[in-house]
């Protein structure tokens, strides 16, 4: 049963408007929400994270945002860039579980310049 | 800067092989693990490893095996290669703390 649920497989956006990812998640025990970013032939590299007691981080271009009422959280990415095009993924831990990560399916977005 | 190295990028092996995939962290982590990713699959774990000799399954561990000896080192193996065991297999570590996960940049493993 996945705990860690991305719809919208695929996105499209234009260079320096705003990327938005979903994902939504079962487990209200989960203590962190990470977000990766892989491109083909590559390894998942880390991205950015949100504690489960806060509701926003932002890093330079990207921000996450957690509603952990609605179990749902967002990745902004603004403005999008063409080296952004990947495909991204959200994960979640329960670092008091066994401390492995529950990975969604994956998004992929493309920057069209 | 942290490293996760898989001994290779790409392999092509025969059916009915069995095949080594090696994984190396020099972060001095505990907890590493097996990946597989799949279109339209996302990340699927297929084992991982809390500490030296240790293992439990995953998800989808059948068909797999796993070994590790020493902590920097988390071996999967493949018994008896499948064609549906083509895929990209990642490596990746964690400290016992969490929460983020390093990977390595992943071997492209093709059974014919």
């Known amino acids: 049963d996945q705990q860690v649920k991305q719809n919208s497989p695929s996105l499209s956006v234009q260079e320096g408007r705003i990327s938005i990812l979903n994902c939504d998640y079962t487990?209200?025990?989960?203590?962190?929400f990470l977000w990766y970013k892989k491109y083909p032939a590559e390894g998942p590299t880390f991205l950015i994270s949100?504690?489960?007691?806060?509701d926003k981080n932002e890093d330079g271009r990207f921000t996450v945002f957690l509603n952990k009422s609605a179990k749902h959280l967002s990745l902004h990415i603004v403005p999008s860039q063409p080296g952004d095009s990947a495909v991204y993924f959200c994960?979640?831990?329960?670092?008091?579980?066994?401390?492995?990560?529950?990975f969604g399916k994956g998004n992929q977005v493309v920057v069209i310049p | 800067d942290v490293k996760v190295t898989q001994s290779s990028r790409y392999l092509v092996k025969r059916t009915g092989e069995k095949v080594f995939l090696e994984c190396v962290q020099d972060?001095?982590?505990?907890?590493m693990f097996w990946y597989r990713q799949d279109p339209g699959l996302g990340l699927r774990l297929i084992y991982f490893?809390?500490?030296?000799?240790?293992?439990e399954k995953g998800d989808i561990p059948e068909g797999y095996s796993v070994s590790r000896e020493k902590k920097e080192r988390f071996s999967l193996i493949l018994e008896s290669a499948s064609t549906n065991q083509t895929s990209m297999y990642l490596c990746?570590?964690?400290?016992?703390?969490?929460?983020?996960?390093?990977f390595g940049q992943g071997t492209r493993l093709t059974v014919v």
């Open positions: 990746a570590s964690s400290p016992r703390t969490g929460p983020r996960a390093f």
């Open positions: 487990n209200s025990m989960f203590d962190y």
């Open positions: 949100i504690s489960s007691i806060k």
């Open positions: 994960a979640a831990i329960s670092l008091k579980g066994n401390n492995r990560l529950a």
């Open positions: 972060m001095d982590h505990e907890n």
């Open positions: 490893s809390y500490d030296v000799k240790m293992k």
